[in-house]
């Protein structure tokens, strides 16, 4: 996507001052646990996840209860890659509130990050018997876990839902080719990528 010089100078801006804002806030009142959520917050979309830990661990420091930290944190370590802190973090967070779906659905997704498939599975189910239209990751871990026919199912009922769903025409073109589907799995692939061809190929 193109960005003008002017977007991206008032952009960066923006989050200057966001972040300037927070600091003085925090000059005033440093066990303000709300604004460094909210900075770790910003640091996160800029990507910068060694800042955002930073603040996050430190509103944890303050206060051990935050649901919505111990989240943040755990999202954040997932984004880089460290799976299995990030798992501690959801962890944190379902003890704190057992039904925090959010937590629950981060922790199968960073359990499927590495390699824990039959673990991921169950997070999934858990959310599955509350909330049935929450199956994309569930087509994923089967697919991971060589059910490609089970995650077709579950990949086919996510298009029924958003037939342009870029993502989820790739991953069922992943799954058909493990099955040697290889012409359906071509098909698919095409439309994951031209979504908005879709009926008229």
């Not at 440093?30 to 509103?59: F, M, P, W």
């Not at 876990?145 to 958003?162: H, P, Q, T, V």
């Not at 359906?184 to 061809?197: I, K, M, S």
Request: hydrophobic share 40%.
């Amino acid at each position: 996507m193109y960005f003008s010089k002017r977007h991206i100078s008032h952009k960066n801006r923006t989050v200057d001052e966001a972040i300037a804002r927070y600091d003085n806030i925090l000059e005033m009142d440093y066990n303000n646990t709300i604004a460094l959520e909210h900075k770790g917050q910003v640091y996160h979309s800029l990507e910068r996840y060694k800042n955002a830990i930073s603040c996050q661990d430190q509103a944890l420091a303050i206060n051990q209860n935050l649901i919505a930290v111990w989240f943040n944190k755990g999202y954040t370590l997932r984004k880089s890659g460290r799976f299995l802190d990030a798992i501690t973090c959801f962890d944190r967070a379902l003890a704190l509130d057992p039904e925090y779906t959010p937590a629950l659905a981060n922790k199968g997704y960073a359990l499927n990050g590495f390699w824990r498939y039959k673990e991921a599975l169950a997070c999934f189910d858990k959310i599955l018997a509350e909330s049935p239209n929450n199956i994309r990751a569930k087509g994923i871990a089967l697919r991971e876990l060589g059910k490609n026919n089970d995650a077709l199912n579950y990949f086919d009922r996510l298009i029924e839902f958003n037939s342009i769903n870029s993502f989820v025409w790739q991953n069922k073109a992943l799954a058909l080719t493990n099955l040697g589907r290889n012409k359906e799995a071509d098909a698919a692939l095409q439309r994951g990528n031209f979504p908005q061809t879709i009926g008229k190929i």
